[in-house]
């Protein structure tokens, strides 16, 4: 039989006894529980580390990922989004330095147990949507997010890169700082993940 109990002297306190998940008790399982939810707590200042990140990532433009993130953020706080299209706004392309082939679903993904389903399928989608805009200059097709045609947040996805990404790299712009988005962040994650409120499909647009 395995023994993989931590030994009286091993110095080592509040962790589990086990070594194997399979030999976890179920208070082992109730103590890493309560340090998952102590550790997301913490989720929203995680991400402003990250964001401030993007001001060192892949180069080429006008204006830094920081910039055009803050920049897609402001456009949308200044047509009258909610705090959920405000904060998808701001993390549509944190992604970028950790999945730069995939960065709409790292970026949903974060998102998704925070925000409503239509918000979270945009931010999910608008890498293709996006590419409407310069796939066929680099011999793509522009045209990909036709498949989606039909699709209920189809159109709120078009809108979104049209509006709030596409045009969003203009180092005239007054965009406005990181900071300023903070509050919303933390509004947006310190709800309880997964409540029935935060998953339920909105009205289907993008302002009220």
């Known amino acids: 039989m395995i023994d993989d109990a931590a030994p009286p002297d091993s110095g080592l306190v509040d962790v589990v006894s086990f070594t194997a998940m399979e030999h976890g008790t179920a208070a082992d399982y109730a103590l890493l529980d309560r340090h998952e939810r102590e550790y997301a707590q913490g989720l929203a200042e995680r991400l402003l580390h990250t964001l401030e990140r993007l001001s060192d990532s892949m180069g080429g433009y006008r204006i830094t990922r920081l910039e055009h993130s803050l920049q897609t953020a402001t456009r949308a706080r200044l047509d009258g989004a909610d705090v959920d299209w405000v904060v ?10 950790l ?3 995939n960065h709409s679903e790292l970026a949903a993904s974060i998102l998704q147990p925070y925000v409503r389903e239509e918000v979270h399928w945009v931010v999910q989608h608008h890498g293709v949507f996006q590419s409407y805009y310069f796939a066929h200059h680099l011999g793509g097709d522009r045209h990909a997010r036709d498949r989606f045609a039909g699709h209920r947040w189809a159109d ?5 890169c049209a509006e709030w ?5 203009d180092p005239d712009f007054p965009t406005q700082p990181l900071d300023s988005f903070a509050d919303d962040l933390r509004a947006v994650f310190g709800r309880e993940p997964w409540a029935r409120e935060v998953i339920a499909a909105g009205p289907g647009r993008l302002v009220a």
Do not use: K, V
């Open 88 to 97: 998808a706004a701001l993390l549509h392309d944190i992604g970028d330095e």
């Open 99 to 101: 999945a730069p082939f």
């Open 156 to 160: 709120l996805c078009a809108q979104f």
């Open 165 to 169: 990404d596409q045009n969003s790299f």
